[in-house]
């Protein structure tokens, strides 16, 4: 069975840049057809997507947080990351990692980490 | 940008069918997912591809499309139904692939 799991620091300063690991396991990262996504929720608000990847190097990402992102793949250790550059206190949220399930013309997420909450403060 | 809209809540009482609608101009083009998020959890995926139900979902749970509207509908609805409940799809072009309605928080009176 595919689990994830989130992990990093729980507490980063404004103007930084947010650092989070997936660890997969019961699957590989190098799986066809598999994109690796992020996802975020800040506190008591809706879901947002950030964007995913896949092994080789194809990219997709929200329009919104482009600019600031930055998602790669450990495949050693079937890990991929993300970094978000230049936060403030609204990329306060709860993080989640996912599997994109990409196929002609839509996407999904499933399963997803039980996701970690990072807070932005000084 | 591209938005999906849902009502912010929705109450029934149990054994009743609970009606979710998510609004997007690129429905029609476009599948519709249902994820299902309770107090503390990760959103589980509960229909994907408008209608398609995951294996362990139970058969309470269907969805539909209709012109620029689509719907997640909870027959019989239990206790453990009470949760938050989001849509998520893309825009005609692709560019906004991820993108989640508002949420819908379903209360079981």
């Known amino acids: 069975q595919l689990q994830l799991q989130e992990s990093g620091p729980g507490l980063v300063k404004p103007s930084e840049t947010l650092s989070l690991t997936c660890t997969v396991s019961g699957g590989s990262v190098t799986s066809s057809s598999y994109y690796w996504g992020w996802i975020r929720q800040p506190p008591g608000k809706g879901l947002e997507w950030i964007g995913s990847f896949y092994y080789s190097g194809s990219t997709y990402f929200s329009p919104s947080l482009r600019s600031r992102v930055t998602i790669s793949v450990d495949t050693s250790k079937n890990q991929f990351s993300l970094k978000l550059s230049s936060v403030t206190a609204a990329d306060t949220a709860v993080y989640y990692c996912?599997?994109?399930?990409?196929?002609?013309?839509?996407?999904?997420?499933?399963?997803w980490g039980q996701g970690t909450l990072v807070t932005v403060s000084s | 940008s591209y938005e999906l809209t849902q009502p912010p809540s929705v109450s029934v009482s149990p054994g009743q069918t609970a009606r979710i609608i998510c609004s997007g101009d690129a429905l029609p083009k476009q599948y519709a997912f249902w994820y299902q998020q309770k107090p503390g959890q990760a959103p589980v995926l509960v229909i994907y591809?408008?209608?398609e139900r995951p294996s362990g979902i139970p058969e309470r749970f269907s969805g539909s499309s209709s012109g620029t509207t689509v719907t997640l509908t909870i027959s019989g609805v239990q206790a453990e139904d009470e949760a938050d409940y989001y849509c998520?799809?893309?825009?005609?072009?692709?560019?906004?692939?991820?993108?989640f309605g508002g949420g819908t928080k379903l209360t079981v009176l």
């Open positions: 996912a599997r994109d399930v990409v196929a002609a013309g839509y996407n999904y997420y499933d399963p």
């Open positions: 591809k408008d209608s």
């Open positions: 998520q799809s893309a825009d005609s072009s692709r560019t906004y692939r991820g993108v």
